[in-house]
T-cell receptor, first 116, second 115 residues
Framework: AQKVTQAQTEISVVEKEDVTLDCVYETRDTTYYLFWYKQPPSGELVFLIRRNSFDEQNEISGRYSWNFQKSTSSFNFTITASQVVDSAVYFCALSEYGNQGGKLIFGQGTELSVKP | GAVVSQHPSRVICKSGTSVKIECRSLDFQATTMFWYRQFPKQSLMLMATSNEGSKATYEQGVEKDKFLINHASLTLSTLTVTSAHPEDSSFYIC???????????FGSGTRLTVV
């Protein structure tokens, strides 16, 4: 069965620090998708990235970067030079291509607090 | 881009009554819709998956007679919380997808409070 683990429940940093949010996943499928979402206090989910299992290239988007390592089943997310506006709960999620309609399963979430 | 509209955004109801939440895909046809529940400080827990014209598939531990899901068209799915109780108070959020290989578009969520 698919599973996502975000071991860090809460992280607190000071503005301009770099911070990495960890994500470890489990799946038996060879084709799957990994996601990161941001959830601000309003509750709405903000899509950040989708990565398929055949693409292990790391990705950078502005201050955000993602490191996908199939060998360790990890998909970590780094925010460089964090800002107060980055404060939110971040979720890592996994969907298996061929399983049960492709349901999306979330990790427990990491609450990031960036202090000025 | 793909947009999903979810209504109402907030609802307060009395214990024992039923509440219906709507989820509409505005600019695409959603073959599959998902319903999640999120308690404070917790993750999004998948409740059920519904495909247009079929019965919903519920996750283990979710009472299908209590949480009625209808996906009658390719653009609309509804979740009805029947005989609501205070413990059903939660944040409910829907997600829609065109099909395999496509991304997931989320509604803005419904905060349900049962008093």
């Amino acid at each position: 069965a698919q599973k996502v683990t975000q071991a860090q429940t809460e992280i607190s940093v000071v503005e301009k620090e770099d911070v990495t949010l960890d994500c470890v996943y489990e799946t038996r499928d060879t084709t799957y998708y990994l996601f990161w979402y941001k959830q601000p206090p309003s509750g709405e989910l903000v899509f950040l990235i989708r990565r398929n299992s055949f693409d292990e290239q790391n990705e950078i988007s502005g201050r955000y970067s993602w490191n996908f390592q199939k060998s360790t089943s990890s998909f970590n997310f780094t925010i460089t030079a964090s800002q107060v506006v980055d404060s939110a709960v971040y979720f890592c999620a996994l969907s298996e291509y061929g399983n049960q309609g492709g349901k999306l399963i979330f990790g427990q979430g990491t609450e990031l607090s960036v202090k000025p | 881009g793909a947009v999903v509209s979810q209504h109402p955004s907030r609802v307060i109801c009395k214990s024992g009554t039923s509440v219906k939440i709507e989820c509409r895909s505005l600019d695409f046809q959603a073959t599959t819709m998902f319903w999640y529940r999120q308690f404070p400080k917790q993750s999004l827990m998948l409740m059920a998956t519904s495909n247009e014209g079929s019965k919903a598939t519920y996750e283990q531990g979710v009472e299908k007679d209590k949480f009625l899901i209808n996906h009658a068209s390719l653009t609309l799915s509804t979740l009805t919380v029947t005989s609501a109780h205070p413990e059903d108070s939660s944040f409910y959020i829907c997600s829609a997808r065109r099909g395999q290989g496509y991304g997931y578009t989320f509604g803005s969520g419904t905060r349900l409070t049962v008093v």
